[in-house]
């Protein structure tokens, strides 16, 4: 009887010796084969060894546990995330042999990143890299390496998707991030590209949006991404009194925003300079009016659009044809009319202020 109690302790010794060396290894599989060898008589024989390898067992469950919260967060909870490193902390804070099975659930959490999702991996990486030290600090800390080290690629990443779903701010601010929290990074050239990129989208909707609510020539905006204004070139976005400047050259005009070198504001019109007062007799009456021919006045105001400045502030006046032999008109004949102009006209009277 004395020999079977010495056999049973001898084998458990070399029970407890396997499940020493598969903690030493990570490897909470071989923890929990290893205590399974563990029967009735061993318990009797050797209590407190079969009592410390189901402590390493159950240990080793906790941590099971700790890595599905992990991997929770890999999919965007959050909560998980939190709730998993905490429990990996309260293992390393029992006993220092836990050190490298946490650490291989650790590092089998840390393996699942980058997600697909480069969005996601900023969330993630962001809140390690904000993670507060506490227990297990040695081991844990490996995490916020690993996220400055994806970080950069993440936020590119998470940039260049919010640019396809035309999320233009928060794109802009993933960029300006990877720039400023990680200069001299392999990404920083193409992150500054598409910054530009950016903000020109950023420009372009609030450009089109003061346009589109008619508000533009009240809170001129400026979209740097616009042609140049040159002499003699570039297309004009006319805003306003829309009857004259809609017989200009279709090579003066566009409606789209993107394609504007100038933003031109056309105010109501108004009577001009006279140019030549004819009479008239009512064909009712019989009574003689002598009326008076006026130039078209247009007040405009033109913005190059690239700055979002105002280049040009007057009054155009339109000229035309004067005195037709008749002309209809409802009632009395008035004093005052505009005169009649042709394409040639308007675009005489526009050339100057547009550099044509």
């Given at each position: 009887?004395?020999?079977?109690?010495?056999?049973l302790?001898?084998?458990?010794?070399?029970?407890?010796?396997?499940?020493?060396?598969?903690?030493?290894?990570?490897?909470?599989?071989?923890?929990?084969?290893a205590?399974?060898?563990?029967?009735?008589?061993?318990?009797?024989?050797?209590?407190?060894?079969a009592?410390?390898?189901?402590?390493?067992?159950?240990?080793?469950?906790?941590?099971?546990?700790?890595?599905?919260?992990?991997?929770?967060g890999?999919?965007?909870?959050?909560?998980?995330?939190?709730?998993?490193?905490?429990?990996?902390?309260?293992?390393?804070?029992?006993?220092?042999?836990?050190?490298?099975?946490a650490g291989?659930?650790?590092?089998?959490?840390?393996?699942?990143?980058?997600?697909?999702?480069?969005?996601?991996?900023?969330?993630?990486?962001?809140?390690?890299g904000d993670?507060?030290?506490?227990?297990?600090?040695?081991v844990?800390?490996?995490?916020?390496?690993?996220?400055?080290?994806?970080?950069?690629?993440?936020?590119?990443?998470?940039?260049?998707?919010?640019?396809?779903?035309?999320?233009?701010?928060?794109?802009?601010?993933?960029?300006?991030?990877?720039?400023?929290?990680?200069?001299?990074?392999?990404?920083?050239?193409?992150?500054?590209?598409?910054?530009?990129?950016?903000v020109?989208?950023?420009?372009?909707?609030?450009?089109?949006?003061?346009?589109?609510?008619?508000?533009?020539?009240?809170?001129?905006?400026?979209?740097?991404?616009?042609?140049?204004?040159?002499?003699?070139?570039?297309?004009?976005?006319?805003?306003?009194?829309g009857?004259?400047?809609?017989?200009?050259?279709?090579?003066?005009?566009?409606?789209?925003?993107?394609?504007?070198?100038?933003?031109?504001?056309?105010?109501?019109?108004?009577?001009?300079?006279?140019?030549?007062?004819?009479?008239?007799?009512?064909?009712?009456?019989?009574?003689?009016?002598?009326?008076?021919?006026?130039?078209?006045?247009l007040?405009?105001?033109?913005?190059?659009?690239?700055?979002?400045?105002?280049?040009?502030?007057?009054?155009?006046?339109?000229g035309?044809?004067?005195?037709?032999?008749?002309?209809?008109?409802?009632?009395?004949?008035?004093s005052?009319?505009?005169?009649?102009p042709?394409?040639?006209d308007?675009?005489?009277?526009?050339?100057?202020?547009?550099?044509?």
């Open positions: 009887m004395v020999l079977g109690v010495a056999l302790r001898f084998d458990a010794h070399g029970i407890e010796d396997a499940i020493a060396r598969a903690r030493a290894d990570g490897d909470c599989g071989a923890v929990t084969e205590q399974e060898r563990v029967g009735a008589g061993h318990r009797i024989a050797a209590a407190p060894i009592a410390r390898g189901d402590t390493a067992v159950d240990t080793c469950e906790r941590l099971e546990t700790a890595e599905a919260r992990l991997t929770a890999l999919e965007g909870d959050q909560d998980g995330l939190a709730s998993g490193f905490r429990l990996l902390a309260s293992v390393l804070e029992e006993d220092s042999r836990n050190d490298a099975t291989a659930s650790l590092d089998r959490f840390l393996d699942g990143l980058p997600t697909d999702d480069a969005c996601e991996t900023v969330r993630i990486t962001d809140w390690l993670r507060e030290p506490g227990p297990g600090r040695q844990l800390d490996r995490s916020s390496e690993t996220a400055d080290r994806l970080a950069p690629a993440a936020l590119m990443g998470c940039g260049d998707a919010l640019m396809g779903t035309r999320e233009w701010a928060q794109a802009e601010s993933r960029y300006q991030r990877l720039l400023d929290e990680y200069p001299g990074d392999s990404h920083e050239d193409r992150a500054r590209k598409a910054l530009r990129k950016a020109l989208a950023l420009q372009l909707d609030e450009v089109r949006e003061l346009v589109r609510g008619n508000r533009y020539c009240e809170a001129p905006a400026k979209y740097e991404g616009a042609p140049a204004r040159r002499a003699g070139s570039g297309r004009a976005l006319f805003l306003g009194d009857e004259h400047p809609g017989k200009l050259p279709g090579a003066w005009r566009t409606t789209d925003e993107a394609k504007a070198a100038l933003v031109v504001c056309v105010g109501p019109q108004d009577f001009g300079s006279a140019v030549r007062t004819c009479p008239y007799r009512s064909e009712t009456s019989g009574r003689i009016t002598d009326v008076t021919f006026h130039r078209i006045s007040p405009v105001k033109v913005y190059a659009l690239c700055t979002g400045k105002r280049v040009a502030d007057r009054t155009v006046q339109i035309g044809s004067t005195c037709p032999s008749l002309f209809f008109t409802y009632g009395v004949i008035p005052d009319k505009y005169v009649t042709s394409k040639s308007i675009r005489d009277a526009f050339s100057s202020v547009l550099g044509r």
